[in-house]
């Protein structure tokens, strides 16, 4: 299997630019190889609360655009986002579960909609500041971690879809964070310090509760135990996730035995949280239903279409360490994953992704928990 390489000199790349560090150097680079770049900023929350930096993260990048003689186009997605993004984070906090958007984000905004653009304005291809590799062979192509683990981006990537990465370029696959921001200061780059964007894709990072009752109405209820006695109120279902510890306000029971609790279960048809002191044997679990599955490059593939069940890794949050385990693939859309050592605080909704050594093979969302 011969490993492919692309040479983007002379041809015309657009690049996905935020306005930050990791974008800005990714253009750099693509420039100093002889691409001829473009960059398209995208607006996609367009509310202006006071928390959402869209209108700052334009004019960086102009000022980094202008820095470089590089054109930039301006588009707003915010529709688009909220149709295939929002509409979908919202449901999902409705029916109890954890939703992931920066999964939705990727695969609907930028290597959906995004992409179509830069296809209309004659791109060759896309670049993103991502931290993520794409290995190109004679057989297609695979999504790769980058060289840089702790920023690896694959898990957010694992729903787009093959094609959408046949074209892509991620200037960053072979450099650190700590890399990127030197290159970006050695280069007299105006955002060299600009602080990493955090908090929900494109919304940012805000108040979470009093955000979310603006689409979702409260509807608080009881905390129980274990065994169903009362230990506490909670201000809705939708602010909680398995596992969580803070904010409970639980505080010390003179039947407690003084450990911290954290919740196991919420139930939507009595409203109640289901909390457990301690490291409890119910908050793990090693066996999961994931349905909506994307299938990733050549390798997954081979895999689903040669055997019923095969063992690679997995990890059902990012920058959790991938864990051993077995995939029981139930039809090209849902999978049983069981995993070696059972995991703590699983979180129906969350993102399961899987891979094979350093190879994504793509995911879904987590349906059903079973011990």
Same mark, same amino acid.
Request: net charge positive; aromatic share 10%.
């Given at each position: 299997m011969n490993t492919l390489t692309i040479n983007p000199k002379n041809k015309k790349v657009i690049i996905g630019l935020s306005g930050g560090v990791d974008s800005t150097v990714a253009m750099t680079l693509l420039k100093d190889q002889g691409?001829?770049?473009?960059? !398209?900023?995208?607006?996609?929350?367009?509310?202006?609360?006071?928390?959402?930096? &869209?209108?700052e993260d334009? $004019?960086? &990048?102009?000022?980094?655009?202008?820095? #470089?003689?590089?054109? =930039?186009?301006?588009?707003?997605?915010?529709?688009?986002?909220?149709?295939?993004?929002?509409?979908?984070? !919202?449901? @999902?906090?409705?029916?109890? %579960?954890?939703?992931n958007p920066d999964v939705l984000c990727n695969r609907e905004i930028k290597f959906?909609?995004?992409?179509?653009? &830069?296809?209309?304005?004659?791109?060759?291809?896309?670049?993103? /500041?991502?931290?993520?590799?794409? $290995?190109?062979?004679? *057989?297609?192509?695979? =999504?790769?971690?980058?060289?840089?683990?702790?920023?690896?981006?694959?898990?957010f990537l694992h729903a787009v879809d093959t094609e959408a990465f046949k074209n892509t370029i991620f200037p960053l696959s072979d #450099?650190?964070?700590? @890399?990127?921001? @030197?290159?970006?200061?050695?280069?007299? #780059? !105006?955002?060299?310090?600009?602080k990493d964007s955090t908090g929900i894709c494109f919304i940012g990072e805000r108040p979470f509760r009093d955000f979310l009752k603006k689409y979702i109405?409260?509807?608080?209820?009881?905390?129980?135990?274990?065994? $169903?006695?009362?230990?506490?109120?909670h201000q809705g279902l939708m602010f909680y996730t398995i596992g969580q510890r803070q904010g409970?306000?639980?505080?010390? =029971?003179?039947?407690?035995?003084?450990?911290?609790?954290?919740?196991? @279960?919420?139930? =939507?048809?009595?409203?109640?949280?289901?909390?457990?002191?301690?490291?409890?044997?119910?908050?793990?679990?090693?066996k999961i239903v994931v349905s909506n599955v994307s299938w990733l490059g050549t390798n997954a593939a081979e895999l689903i279409n040669q055997k019923q069940s095969f063992q690679c890794h997995?990890?059902?949050?990012? %920058?959790?360490?991938? $864990?051993?385990c077995t995939v029981n693939i139930i039809d090209k859309n849902k999978i049983k994953i069981i995993f070696t050592k059972p995991q703590k605080a699983i979180a129906l909704g969350q993102a399961?992704? !899987?891979?094979?050594?350093?190879?994504? #093979?793509?995911? /879904?969302?987590?349906?059903?928990? *079973?011990?």
């Open positions: 691409a001829i770049v473009e960059a !398209l900023h995208m607006t996609n929350w367009n509310d202006d609360d006071g928390y959402c930096n &869209a209108a334009f $004019q960086d &990048a102009k000022k980094v655009c202008k820095q #470089l003689s590089i054109p =930039l186009h301006h588009v707003d997605f915010s529709k688009e986002y909220k149709e295939y993004v929002f509409k979908y984070f !919202l449901d @999902e906090y409705r029916i109890g %579960r954890t939703p959906g909609v995004f992409k179509n653009y &830069a296809h209309r304005l004659g791109s060759d291809y896309i670049a993103t /500041g991502h931290y993520a590799k794409i $290995q190109r062979t004679n *057989k297609g192509v695979n =999504l790769i971690k980058p060289k840089d683990k702790n920023k690896d981006q694959t898990y #450099l650190s964070k700590k @890399e990127v921001r @030197e290159f970006a200061r050695n280069r007299g #780059l !105006l955002n060299f310090n600009k109405p409260a509807q608080p209820g009881l905390i129980v135990d274990i065994n $169903q006695k009362k230990v506490g109120a409970l306000n639980i505080g010390g =029971l003179k039947k407690g035995n003084g450990k911290p609790w954290y919740v196991l @279960e919420k139930k =939507l048809s009595s409203n109640t949280l289901v909390v457990a002191q301690g490291d409890h044997p119910d908050l793990y679990k090693n997995a990890k059902i949050r990012y %920058r959790q360490a991938d $864990q051993e399961a992704v !899987l891979y094979k050594n350093d190879i994504c #093979l793509g995911g /879904g969302f987590i349906d059903e928990i *079973k011990k």
